[in-house]
């Protein structure tokens, strides 16, 4: 059974910093790109960033220079360093493989940018 168990959402003022980890079963992490997504109210989900199984990074334009992506193989998990957020990137945050492989997702994590 696929698990993707995302946490470490939040409120957070403009200007702070966030840091999002995703635990995940080991049958899709192992050799998968795996991916950071977002959703806004209203909107679609879009890919914010992924990493290759390697370690090679890829971010959307409208948060490069401001998240940074990793993970731990060892441990099948997956991290978003977030800072300097701004009220934009209030969303419920999914990690998933890039591209996608399985239907499942996690529950996902809110994060809340306001003053």
């Known amino acids: 059974q696929v698990q993707l168990v995302e946490s470490g959402g939040g409120l957070v003022q403009p200007g702070g910093s966030l840091r999002l980890s995703c635990v995940t079963s080991?049958?899709?992490?192992?050799?998968?790109?795996m991916g950071w997504y977002r959703q806004a109210p209203g909107k679609q989900r879009e890919l914010v960033a992924r990493?290759?199984?390697?370690?090679?990074?890829v971010y959307a334009d409208s948060v490069k220079g401001r998240f940074t992506i990793s993970r731990d193989n060892p441990k099948n998990t997956v991290y978003l360093q977030m800072d300097s957020l701004k009220p934009e990137d209030t969303a419920v945050y999914y990690c998933?493989?890039?591209?996608?492989?399985?239907?499942?997702w996690g529950q996902g994590t809110q994060v809340t940018v306001s003053s």
């Open positions: 990493v290759t199984s390697g370690g090679v990074t």
């Open positions: 080991r049958s899709i992490f192992s050799m998968s790109t």
């Open positions: 998933n493989t890039f591209p996608l492989i399985q239907a499942t």
